[in-house]
């Protein structure tokens, strides 16, 4: 069982708090840093190479599509799992252009979260993904 490393990204240090704890209960899982904003994830996550980048679509200074961006051109096995509010299609079929593999509903039960991140990063799943908060790229 391998660990997966993760950078997460998001501007609001309330919701990084809350998500690091969910990643914490994985014994799997480990966070390797926390950004607040684009630039500081792009930063991180060509110092660190993570495995999967949990990232916020609207960040300051760089949004989450432009790092996501930035990040697979030179990190091609870096994988994203992309957080929102937005459920438009729009940021969902962008973020999958930039090189997304999964986009997750910050709304989302905190069980999808781990799923996400597992598949993210090509691990068997233990179970499928049903919900429709979460889609997968294909």
Do not use: C, W
């Amino acid at each position: 069982n391998e660990t997966i490393r993760i950078l997460l990204a998001d501007d609001h240090a309330m919701f990084r708090a809350g998500i690091r704890s969910v990643l914490e209960k994985h014994p799997r899982f480990q966070v390797v840093a926390e950004a607040e904003d684009g630039q500081a994830t792009v930063r991180l996550a060509l110092e660190l190479a993570p495995d999967v980048v949990l990232m916020d679509v609207s960040m300051p200074l760089l949004n989450g599509i432009e790092a996501t961006r930035q990040i697979r051109a030179q990190l091609p096995d870096t994988r994203v799992v992309a957080l929102s509010m937005h459920s438009d299609r729009q940021f969902v079929s962008e973020i999958f252009k930039a090189g997304g593999s999964e986009y997750l509903l910050k709304n989302s039960a905190a069980m999808e979260l781990p799923i996400a991140i597992e598949a993210a990063a090509n691990i068997p799943l233990r179970q499928e993904m049903t919900s429709p908060s979460s889609v997968r790229a294909q």
